[in-house]
Protein backbone atom coordinates (compact mmCIF):
# COMPACT_ATOMS: atom_id res chain seq x y z
CA UNK A 1 0.00 0.00 0.00
CA UNK A 2 2.73 2.66 0.84
CA UNK A 3 4.48 2.02 -2.86
CA UNK A 4 1.29 2.46 -4.59
CA UNK A 5 0.35 5.82 -2.81
CA UNK A 6 3.96 6.94 -2.87
CA UNK A 7 3.64 6.28 -6.90
CA UNK A 8 0.38 7.69 -7.00
CA UNK A 9 1.22 10.74 -5.62
CA UNK A 10 4.30 11.26 -7.97
CA UNK A 11 2.19 11.09 -10.73
CA UNK A 12 -0.01 13.75 -9.64
CA UNK A 13 2.70 15.81 -8.51
CA UNK A 14 4.06 15.32 -12.32
CA UNK A 15 0.63 15.83 -14.26
CA UNK A 16 0.36 18.88 -12.10
CA UNK A 17 3.59 19.93 -13.33
CA UNK A 18 3.04 19.13 -17.42
CA UNK A 19 -0.06 21.04 -16.89
CA UNK A 20 1.39 23.99 -15.59
CA UNK A 21 4.05 24.08 -18.34
CA UNK A 22 1.52 24.09 -20.78
CA UNK A 23 -0.54 26.86 -19.42
CA UNK A 24 2.93 28.62 -19.20
CA UNK A 25 3.03 28.21 -23.16
CA UNK A 26 -0.41 29.32 -23.76
CA UNK A 27 0.18 32.03 -21.72
CA UNK A 28 3.26 33.25 -23.83
CA UNK A 29 1.38 32.33 -27.09
CA UNK A 30 -0.96 34.92 -26.37
CA UNK A 31 1.15 37.87 -25.61
CA UNK A 32 1.40 37.42 -21.73
CA UNK A 33 4.99 36.85 -20.25
CA UNK A 34 5.07 33.68 -17.59
CA UNK A 35 6.24 34.23 -14.10
CA UNK A 36 8.94 32.52 -12.84
CA UNK A 37 6.94 29.98 -10.47
CA UNK A 38 5.04 29.00 -14.11
CA UNK A 39 7.54 28.84 -16.40
CA UNK A 40 10.58 25.96 -16.87
CA UNK A 41 14.04 27.09 -16.00
CA UNK A 42 15.76 28.89 -18.51
CA UNK A 43 18.93 27.27 -19.88
CA UNK A 44 21.93 29.39 -19.08
CA UNK A 45 23.43 31.91 -21.22
CA UNK A 46 25.71 30.72 -24.10
CA UNK A 47 29.55 31.66 -24.11
CA UNK A 48 30.03 35.38 -25.28
CA UNK A 49 32.85 35.36 -28.10
CA UNK A 50 35.23 37.98 -27.93
CA UNK A 51 36.34 39.47 -31.39
CA UNK A 52 39.94 38.89 -32.25
CA UNK A 53 41.77 41.57 -32.71
CA UNK A 54 43.09 42.29 -35.69
CA UNK A 55 47.04 43.14 -36.72
CA UNK A 56 47.42 46.76 -36.78
CA UNK A 57 51.01 47.30 -37.14
CA UNK A 58 54.19 44.99 -37.20
CA UNK A 59 57.52 46.39 -35.49
CA UNK A 60 60.43 45.05 -36.46
CA UNK A 61 63.76 45.10 -34.72
CA UNK A 62 66.88 45.90 -35.42
CA UNK A 63 64.83 48.74 -37.72
CA UNK A 64 68.53 49.28 -39.54
CA UNK A 65 71.64 46.94 -39.94
CA UNK A 66 74.81 47.79 -41.54
CA UNK A 67 76.30 44.44 -42.29
CA UNK A 68 79.29 43.41 -44.53
CA UNK A 69 78.69 41.07 -47.31
CA UNK A 70 78.94 37.55 -46.30
CA UNK A 71 77.29 38.41 -42.38
CA UNK A 72 73.95 37.21 -41.39
CA UNK A 73 71.80 38.76 -38.65
CA UNK A 74 68.35 37.84 -37.31
CA UNK A 75 65.38 39.94 -37.56
CA UNK A 76 62.55 39.88 -35.21
CA UNK A 77 58.72 40.65 -35.97
CA UNK A 78 56.12 41.13 -33.45
CA UNK A 79 52.57 41.88 -34.81
CA UNK A 80 50.89 43.97 -32.15
CA UNK A 81 46.82 45.53 -32.16
CA UNK A 82 46.01 49.17 -32.34
CA UNK A 83 46.64 49.73 -28.57
CA UNK A 84 50.56 47.99 -29.53
CA UNK A 85 49.68 44.64 -27.29
CA UNK A 86 51.89 42.17 -29.30
CA UNK A 87 49.89 39.29 -30.62
CA UNK A 88 51.93 36.27 -30.60
CA UNK A 89 50.18 33.55 -32.49
CA UNK A 90 50.27 35.80 -35.61
CA UNK A 91 51.69 34.43 -39.16
CA UNK A 92 54.55 36.83 -40.81
CA UNK A 93 56.17 36.67 -44.53
CA UNK A 94 59.03 38.00 -44.93
CA UNK A 95 60.42 39.80 -48.15
CA UNK A 96 63.98 41.45 -49.51
CA UNK A 97 63.12 44.39 -51.81
CA UNK A 98 66.55 42.93 -53.69
CA UNK A 99 67.62 39.47 -53.58
CA UNK A 100 71.14 40.44 -55.04
CA UNK A 101 72.08 42.48 -52.10
CA UNK A 102 70.54 41.41 -49.07
CA UNK A 103 68.23 37.57 -48.88
CA UNK A 104 66.19 36.56 -45.74
CA UNK A 105 64.65 33.42 -44.66
CA UNK A 106 61.43 32.41 -43.79
CA UNK A 107 62.71 32.72 -40.04
CA UNK A 108 64.02 36.34 -40.50
CA UNK A 109 68.04 35.32 -41.05
CA UNK A 110 69.14 37.57 -43.20
CA UNK A 111 72.70 37.37 -45.41
CA UNK A 112 73.94 40.44 -47.13
CA UNK A 113 75.32 39.40 -49.94
CA UNK A 114 77.01 42.28 -51.81
CA UNK A 115 77.36 45.89 -51.66
CA UNK A 116 74.27 48.05 -51.29
CA UNK A 117 71.10 48.53 -49.84
CA UNK A 118 67.40 46.93 -49.17
CA UNK A 119 64.88 46.73 -47.40
CA UNK A 120 63.52 43.84 -45.61
CA UNK A 121 60.02 43.74 -44.82
CA UNK A 122 57.82 41.76 -42.48
CA UNK A 123 53.98 40.99 -43.54
CA UNK A 124 51.15 39.47 -41.24
CA UNK A 125 47.15 40.33 -41.89
CA UNK A 126 48.18 43.03 -44.97
CA UNK A 127 50.41 44.91 -41.99
CA UNK A 128 53.97 45.35 -42.62
CA UNK A 129 57.32 47.20 -40.73
CA UNK A 130 60.66 46.86 -42.42
CA UNK A 131 64.48 47.17 -41.63
CA UNK A 132 66.98 48.95 -43.39
CA UNK A 133 69.75 47.02 -44.64
CA UNK A 134 72.93 48.08 -45.41
CA UNK A 135 76.23 45.86 -47.13
CA UNK A 136 79.37 48.50 -46.67
CA UNK A 137 80.94 49.25 -49.42
CA UNK A 138 84.40 48.36 -47.52
CA UNK A 139 84.67 44.64 -47.64
CA UNK A 140 86.13 42.86 -45.18
CA UNK A 141 90.02 41.79 -46.58
CA UNK A 142 89.80 37.51 -47.25
CA UNK A 143 92.03 36.71 -44.48
CA UNK A 144 89.82 39.03 -41.88
CA UNK A 145 86.49 37.35 -42.29
CA UNK A 146 85.26 34.84 -39.87
CA UNK A 147 85.50 30.96 -40.84
CA UNK A 148 82.42 28.99 -41.61
CA UNK A 149 82.34 25.42 -39.71
CA UNK A 150 79.72 23.12 -41.80
CA UNK A 151 79.42 19.61 -43.30
CA UNK A 152 79.68 18.06 -46.97
CA UNK A 153 76.13 16.66 -47.41
CA UNK A 154 75.24 16.06 -51.27
CA UNK A 155 71.79 17.00 -50.92
CA UNK A 156 71.31 17.30 -54.36
CA UNK A 157 71.88 13.86 -54.77
CA UNK A 158 69.06 12.69 -52.67
CA UNK A 159 65.47 13.35 -54.22
CA UNK A 160 64.26 11.94 -50.95
CA UNK A 161 62.40 15.37 -49.61
CA UNK A 162 61.59 13.68 -46.02
CA UNK A 163 65.20 12.26 -45.60
CA UNK A 164 66.53 15.50 -46.79
CA UNK A 165 64.17 17.98 -44.30
CA UNK A 166 65.93 15.68 -41.12
CA UNK A 167 69.45 16.17 -42.79
CA UNK A 168 69.12 19.33 -42.66
CA UNK A 169 67.55 19.61 -39.03
CA UNK A 170 70.15 17.40 -37.89
CA UNK A 171 72.88 19.93 -39.03
CA UNK A 172 71.35 22.67 -37.54
CA UNK A 173 71.09 20.96 -34.26
CA UNK A 174 74.88 20.40 -34.96
CA UNK A 175 75.53 24.44 -35.31
CA UNK A 176 76.22 23.97 -39.02
CA UNK A 177 77.22 27.10 -40.71
CA UNK A 178 77.46 26.04 -44.46
CA UNK A 179 76.63 23.26 -46.33
CA UNK A 180 78.56 22.11 -49.48
CA UNK A 181 77.05 20.18 -52.15
CA UNK A 182 77.74 18.66 -55.78
CA UNK A 183 76.18 20.96 -58.28
CA UNK A 184 75.97 18.45 -61.69
CA UNK A 185 75.70 19.31 -65.25
CA UNK A 186 74.35 15.80 -65.61
CA UNK A 187 71.74 15.70 -63.07
CA UNK A 188 69.65 19.47 -64.61
CA UNK A 189 70.41 18.76 -67.59
CA UNK A 190 70.40 14.97 -68.65
CA UNK A 191 68.84 15.67 -71.89
CA UNK A 192 70.46 18.79 -74.13
CA UNK A 193 68.28 22.11 -74.10
CA UNK A 194 65.91 20.28 -70.94
CA UNK A 195 67.13 22.03 -67.74
CA UNK A 196 65.07 20.91 -64.41
CA UNK A 197 66.37 22.89 -61.60
CA UNK A 198 63.60 21.64 -59.52
CA UNK A 199 65.78 19.64 -57.06
CA UNK A 200 68.70 22.09 -56.94
CA UNK A 201 66.20 24.89 -56.23
CA UNK A 202 64.64 22.81 -53.01
CA UNK A 203 68.12 22.35 -51.62
CA UNK A 204 69.53 25.84 -52.15
CA UNK A 205 66.14 26.96 -50.64
CA UNK A 206 65.96 24.87 -47.52
CA UNK A 207 69.22 25.37 -46.42
CA UNK A 208 69.04 29.19 -46.58
CA UNK A 209 65.57 28.56 -44.94
CA UNK A 210 67.62 26.99 -41.27
CA UNK A 211 70.24 29.74 -41.92
CA UNK A 212 72.66 27.42 -43.38
CA UNK A 213 74.95 29.36 -46.11
CA UNK A 214 74.95 26.61 -49.78
CA UNK A 215 78.32 25.81 -51.00
CA UNK A 216 78.22 24.52 -54.35
CA UNK A 217 81.13 22.36 -56.33
CA UNK A 218 80.03 22.35 -59.80
CA UNK A 219 81.75 19.16 -61.48
CA UNK A 220 80.72 16.42 -64.46
CA UNK A 221 78.90 16.41 -67.58
CA UNK A 222 75.98 14.64 -69.29
CA UNK A 223 77.04 12.14 -72.03
CA UNK A 224 75.62 13.81 -74.66
CA UNK A 225 77.95 16.86 -73.60
CA UNK A 226 80.85 14.77 -72.97
CA UNK A 227 80.38 12.09 -75.14
CA UNK A 228 80.67 9.29 -73.30
CA UNK A 229 77.42 6.25 -73.11
CA UNK A 230 76.20 6.75 -70.15
CA UNK A 231 76.43 2.77 -70.09
CA UNK A 232 80.19 3.80 -68.52
CA UNK A 233 80.89 3.84 -65.00
CA UNK A 234 80.99 7.36 -63.56
CA UNK A 235 80.35 8.44 -67.08
CA UNK A 236 79.28 12.46 -65.95
CA UNK A 237 83.16 12.47 -64.73
CA UNK A 238 84.93 11.94 -68.14
CA UNK A 239 86.18 15.14 -70.18
CA UNK A 240 86.24 14.69 -73.94
CA UNK A 241 90.07 14.54 -74.73
CA UNK A 242 89.86 15.27 -78.54
CA UNK A 243 90.53 18.77 -79.10
CA UNK A 244 87.26 20.25 -81.14
CA UNK A 245 85.35 18.22 -78.78
CA UNK A 246 86.78 19.92 -75.44
CA UNK A 247 86.28 22.99 -77.12
CA UNK A 248 82.97 23.02 -77.26
CA UNK A 249 82.30 20.95 -74.07
CA UNK A 250 83.79 24.00 -72.42
CA UNK A 251 81.42 26.37 -74.27
CA UNK A 252 79.05 24.51 -73.43
CA UNK A 253 79.73 24.14 -69.50
CA UNK A 254 80.11 28.07 -69.34
CA UNK A 255 77.19 28.45 -70.66
CA UNK A 256 75.45 26.25 -68.07
CA UNK A 257 77.47 27.65 -65.29
CA UNK A 258 76.82 31.05 -65.71
CA UNK A 259 72.45 30.22 -66.68
CA UNK A 260 73.30 28.52 -62.74
CA UNK A 261 75.09 31.80 -61.44
CA UNK A 262 72.88 33.96 -62.80
CA UNK A 263 69.47 31.89 -61.07
CA UNK A 264 71.02 31.61 -57.70
CA UNK A 265 72.25 35.02 -57.81
CA UNK A 266 71.84 36.50 -54.29
CA UNK A 267 71.54 32.52 -52.69
CA UNK A 268 74.82 30.54 -53.77
CA UNK A 269 77.36 32.79 -52.89
CA UNK A 270 80.38 30.70 -52.93
CA UNK A 271 80.77 27.99 -55.83
CA UNK A 272 83.89 25.54 -55.77
CA UNK A 273 85.14 24.50 -59.96
CA UNK A 274 84.91 20.50 -59.78
CA UNK A 275 86.63 18.14 -57.34
CA UNK A 276 89.77 16.33 -56.91
CA UNK A 277 90.41 17.16 -60.35
CA UNK A 278 94.49 16.23 -59.98
CA UNK A 279 93.44 12.67 -59.34
CA UNK A 280 91.71 10.38 -62.70
CA UNK A 281 89.51 9.44 -60.52
CA UNK A 282 87.63 12.67 -61.04
CA UNK A 283 89.07 14.43 -64.08
CA UNK A 284 88.99 11.32 -66.10
CA UNK A 285 90.39 9.31 -68.48
CA UNK A 286 93.42 11.42 -66.84
CA UNK A 287 94.37 14.23 -64.68
CA UNK A 288 95.14 17.27 -67.30
CA UNK A 289 95.88 20.73 -65.44
CA UNK A 290 96.36 22.23 -69.06
CA UNK A 291 92.41 21.00 -70.04
CA UNK A 292 91.57 22.26 -66.56
CA UNK A 293 93.46 25.64 -66.77
CA UNK A 294 91.01 26.59 -69.96
CA UNK A 295 87.58 25.07 -68.07
CA UNK A 296 88.56 27.12 -64.93
CA UNK A 297 89.16 30.21 -66.67
CA UNK A 298 86.15 29.62 -68.85
CA UNK A 299 83.79 28.83 -65.83
CA UNK A 300 84.92 30.83 -63.83
CA UNK A 301 84.35 34.34 -65.98
CA UNK A 302 80.69 32.81 -66.68
CA UNK A 303 80.13 32.89 -62.93
CA UNK A 304 81.69 36.35 -62.46
CA UNK A 305 79.44 37.46 -65.80
CA UNK A 306 76.31 36.53 -63.86
CA UNK A 307 77.23 37.38 -60.46
CA UNK A 308 80.27 39.97 -59.58
CA UNK A 309 79.54 39.39 -55.91
CA UNK A 310 80.24 35.58 -56.36
CA UNK A 311 83.11 33.63 -54.58
CA UNK A 312 85.16 31.42 -57.19
CA UNK A 313 87.51 28.59 -55.39
CA UNK A 314 90.01 25.94 -57.18
CA UNK A 315 88.30 22.38 -56.79
CA UNK A 316 89.31 21.09 -53.68
CA UNK A 317 92.92 19.48 -54.63
CA UNK A 318 93.57 15.66 -52.89
CA UNK A 319 96.85 14.20 -51.97
CA UNK A 320 98.27 17.36 -51.13
CA UNK A 321 101.86 16.14 -50.54
CA UNK A 322 101.60 12.54 -52.14
CA UNK A 323 99.35 10.87 -55.38
CA UNK A 324 99.79 8.19 -57.65
CA UNK A 325 102.05 8.35 -60.01
CA UNK A 326 99.47 8.74 -63.14
CA UNK A 327 98.23 11.42 -60.71
CA UNK A 328 99.23 15.38 -59.84
CA UNK A 329 99.92 15.85 -55.77
CA UNK A 330 98.29 18.97 -54.60
CA UNK A 331 100.84 21.19 -54.31
CA UNK A 332 102.32 20.20 -57.74
CA UNK A 333 98.99 21.02 -59.56
CA UNK A 334 98.74 23.90 -57.83
CA UNK A 335 102.09 25.31 -58.64
CA UNK A 336 101.20 24.69 -62.48
CA UNK A 337 98.00 26.72 -61.95
CA UNK A 338 100.15 29.34 -60.88
CA UNK A 339 102.88 28.72 -63.68
CA UNK A 340 99.35 29.31 -66.09
CA UNK A 341 98.55 32.51 -64.69
CA UNK A 342 95.92 31.15 -62.78
CA UNK A 343 95.28 33.92 -59.55
CA UNK A 344 92.93 32.06 -57.98
CA UNK A 345 90.89 34.23 -54.86
CA UNK A 346 90.42 30.95 -52.68
CA UNK A 347 92.22 27.95 -53.29
CA UNK A 348 90.60 24.72 -51.69
CA UNK A 349 91.95 21.90 -50.69
CA UNK A 350 91.24 18.02 -48.73
CA UNK A 351 93.93 17.71 -45.97
CA UNK A 352 92.98 14.18 -45.20
CA UNK A 353 95.37 12.07 -43.06
CA UNK A 354 95.57 8.56 -44.95
CA UNK A 355 97.16 6.65 -42.83
CA UNK A 356 93.62 7.95 -40.13
CA UNK A 357 96.73 9.56 -38.20
CA UNK A 358 95.67 12.15 -35.69
CA UNK A 359 95.46 15.44 -36.97
CA UNK A 360 98.52 16.80 -35.08
CA UNK A 361 100.53 13.93 -36.07
CA UNK A 362 103.07 14.42 -39.16
CA UNK A 363 104.13 11.05 -41.05
CA UNK A 364 106.58 12.20 -43.61
CA UNK A 365 106.48 11.13 -47.34
CA UNK A 366 102.24 10.63 -46.65
CA UNK A 367 99.49 12.71 -46.47
CA UNK A 368 98.85 14.67 -43.25
CA UNK A 369 96.34 17.16 -42.31
CA UNK A 370 98.74 19.91 -41.26
CA UNK A 371 99.54 19.81 -45.45
CA UNK A 372 96.99 22.77 -44.88
CA UNK A 373 100.51 24.85 -44.24
CA UNK A 374 102.04 23.13 -47.07
CA UNK A 375 99.24 24.48 -49.66
CA UNK A 376 99.13 27.86 -48.13
CA UNK A 377 103.24 28.31 -48.07
CA UNK A 378 102.73 28.06 -52.43
CA UNK A 379 99.77 30.94 -52.60
CA UNK A 380 102.21 32.72 -49.84
CA UNK A 381 105.14 32.22 -52.67
CA UNK A 382 102.73 33.62 -55.25
CA UNK A 383 101.83 36.49 -54.02
CA UNK A 384 98.66 35.45 -52.34
CA UNK A 385 98.85 34.94 -48.26
CA UNK A 386 96.09 37.15 -48.32
CA UNK A 387 94.00 34.46 -50.40
CA UNK A 388 91.66 32.15 -48.64
CA UNK A 389 91.83 28.75 -47.94
CA UNK A 390 88.88 26.35 -48.24
CA UNK A 391 88.90 23.35 -46.91
CA UNK A 392 86.10 21.36 -48.18
CA UNK A 393 87.15 17.81 -47.18
CA UNK A 394 88.50 15.80 -43.85
CA UNK A 395 87.64 13.33 -41.76
CA UNK A 396 87.92 9.64 -39.92
CA UNK A 397 86.33 6.95 -40.74
CA UNK A 398 84.74 4.37 -38.00
CA UNK A 399 86.02 1.18 -40.55
CA UNK A 400 89.53 2.61 -39.60
CA UNK A 401 89.14 4.21 -36.08
CA UNK A 402 87.10 3.87 -33.56
CA UNK A 403 84.34 6.31 -32.31
CA UNK A 404 86.43 7.80 -29.52
CA UNK A 405 89.25 8.63 -31.52
CA UNK A 406 87.08 10.06 -34.43
CA UNK A 407 85.73 12.20 -31.50
CA UNK A 408 89.19 13.14 -30.50
CA UNK A 409 90.88 14.18 -34.15
CA UNK A 410 87.77 16.16 -35.15
CA UNK A 411 87.49 18.29 -31.84
CA UNK A 412 91.31 18.63 -31.99
CA UNK A 413 91.28 19.73 -35.96
CA UNK A 414 88.60 22.26 -35.43
CA UNK A 415 90.67 23.72 -32.75
CA UNK A 416 94.00 23.81 -34.75
CA UNK A 417 91.67 25.28 -37.94
CA UNK A 418 90.82 28.32 -35.51
CA UNK A 419 94.38 28.52 -33.84
CA UNK A 420 96.82 27.26 -36.28
CA UNK A 421 95.11 28.20 -39.48
CA UNK A 422 93.26 31.40 -39.37
CA UNK A 423 93.25 32.14 -43.53
CA UNK A 424 91.24 28.83 -43.72
CA UNK A 425 87.62 30.75 -44.03
CA UNK A 426 85.43 28.05 -44.93
CA UNK A 427 85.66 24.34 -43.11
CA UNK A 428 83.13 21.50 -44.30
CA UNK A 429 83.68 18.05 -42.75
CA UNK A 430 83.16 15.00 -44.57
CA UNK A 431 80.48 14.10 -43.81
CA UNK A 432 77.24 14.60 -42.47
CA UNK A 433 76.05 10.89 -42.19
CA UNK A 434 77.53 7.44 -43.21
CA UNK A 435 76.58 6.05 -46.63
CA UNK A 436 77.03 2.55 -46.02
CA UNK A 437 79.31 0.82 -46.66
CA UNK A 438 81.80 2.97 -48.58
CA UNK A 439 81.61 6.09 -46.77
CA UNK A 440 81.80 5.65 -43.10
CA UNK A 441 82.96 9.30 -41.58
CA UNK A 442 80.07 10.73 -40.86
CA UNK A 443 78.94 12.79 -37.24
CA UNK A 444 75.80 10.89 -37.38
CA UNK A 445 75.23 7.54 -38.32
CA UNK A 446 73.87 6.32 -41.31
CA UNK A 447 70.10 5.64 -39.45
CA UNK A 448 70.90 9.38 -38.03
CA UNK A 449 72.28 8.36 -34.61
CA UNK A 450 74.38 11.30 -33.49
CA UNK A 451 78.29 10.33 -32.77
CA UNK A 452 80.44 11.70 -30.24
CA UNK A 453 82.15 13.44 -32.86
CA UNK A 454 79.42 15.12 -33.91
CA UNK A 455 78.67 16.45 -29.89
CA UNK A 456 82.36 17.42 -30.59
CA UNK A 457 81.43 19.01 -33.81
CA UNK A 458 78.60 20.96 -31.92
CA UNK A 459 80.22 22.14 -29.07
CA UNK A 460 83.02 23.49 -30.25
CA UNK A 461 83.73 27.28 -29.87
CA UNK A 462 83.35 28.81 -33.44
Not at 182 to 207: C, H, I, K, M, Y
Not at 421 to 434: G, I, Q, R, S, W
Request: aromatic share 10%.
Amino acid sequence: MTYTFKLSRRLAVARASMLALILGLAACGAGQVPTASSAPDSPPPGPTNSPVPAVAFVHVTPSALDLQPGDTARLAATPEDGDGAPLTDRPVVWATSDSTVVTVSASGTVRAISHGSASITATSEGKSGASSITASAAAVPPTQQRTLYGLHMDLAFNGNAAERTRTIQNAVAIKTQISRNSFAWSQVEPTRGNRDWRLTDSVVDELIANGIEPLMVIYGSPSWANGVSASVTNAFLYVPTEETAFAAWVTQYASFAGAAAARYRGKVRKWELWNEENQHYFWKPSANVDQYVRWYTAVAQAIKAADPGAEVAVGGLAGLCCAESIDYNGKQFLELLYQHQIVPEAVAVHPYALSWQAPDVHIQYQNNFDDIELMHGVMIAHGQADKPIWVTEWGWPVDHVTEAQQAQYVARSLEMIKTLYPYVKVATYFLDHDHAPTYMSGLYTADFRLREAGVRFRDFSR
